[in-house]
Nanobody, 124 residues
Framework: QVQLVESGGGLVQAGGSLRLSCTAS????????MGWFRQAPGKEREFVAA????????YYADSVKGRFTVSGDNAKSAVLLQMASLKPEDTAVYYC?????????????????WGRGTQVTVSS
């Protein structure tokens, strides 16, 4: 079992930045693909970014490419999502997820463990 806890959400103006953190109960996340997803009110959960095992390849949704950066901190059993140039359409609950597998995935069904989410609100 892996328990994930997200933090770092909040209210920010358009154009601003936020850094989300996902902390895991396990000592290391090196054997997991870690993903970030988000869900806006009335919409389905969507893929945002993922990082492969052992600080491997990064994957991004087209809507956040060039603005968001995902990174791993194995020493702290954490995964970070640095968000810049935020837009009102980035407003959502952001979830961290872990996948015990070799390959990355953009599909939420492929992830085994989920955090409870952190709210990000971007005002115009």
């Amino acid at each position: 079992q892996v328990q994930l806890v997200e933090s770092g959400g909040g209210l920010v103006q358009a154009g601003g930045s936020l850094r989300l953190s996902c902390t895991a109960s396990r000592r290391t996340l090196s054997n997991y693909v870690m993903g970030w997803f988000r869900q806006a009110p009335g919409k389905e959960r969507e893929f945002v970014a993922a990082i492969g095992r052992n600080d491997g390849p990064r994957y991004y949704a087209d809507s956040v490419k060039g603005r968001f950066t995902v990174s791993g901190d194995n020493a702290k059993s954490a995964v970070l999502l640095q968000m810049a140039s935020l837009k009102p359409e980035d407003t959502a609950v952001y979830y961290c997820a872990a996948r015990f597998a070799f390959a990355g995935s953009r599909r939420s069904d492929d992830y085994n463990y989920w955090g409870r989410g952190t709210q990000v609100t971007v005002s115009s």
